[in-house]
Nanobody, 123 residues
């Protein structure tokens, strides 16, 4: 079992930055690829980024590539999403997820989910 708890969301102006954290518990955390996904109001949940079990392999959605950075600290059992140059269209609930499967674009079954953290980007 893996439990995931996101934090770090909030309200930020366009062009600003936020760092999301996903704290994981459970002895098997490091065996999972870790994902960030997001869901905006009225839209389907979408893939944002993924990092491999031990890093450093990462992949990003085109919409965030070059602005967001995913990382993980397996010793601290934490996954991060550094978000820079935020845009209003980045407004969404951001979820951390774990999967034994690798996908560079999402669209897979995830084994565990966090509860989500709200990110709101204002003009």
């Amino acid at each position: 079992q893996v439990q995931l708890v996101e934090s770090g969301g909030g309200l930020v102006q366009a062009g600003g930055s936020l760092r999301l954290s996903c704290a994981a518990s459970g002895p098997t955390y490091s065996t999972y690829h870790m994902y960030w996904l997001r869901q905006a109001p009225g839209k389907e949940r979408e893939f944002v980024a993924v990092i491999s079990r031990i890093g450093p392999t990462t992949r990003y959605a085109d919409s965030v590539n070059g602005r967001f950075t995913i990382s993980r600290d397996n010793a601290e059992r934490t996954v991060y999403l550094e978000m820079n140059k935020l845009k209003p269209e980045d407004t969404a609930v951001y979820y951390c997820a774990a999967s034994s499967k690798w996908s560079a674009s999402g669209g897979i079954e995830y084994d565990y989910w966090g509860q989500g953290t709200q990110v709101t980007v204002s003009l």
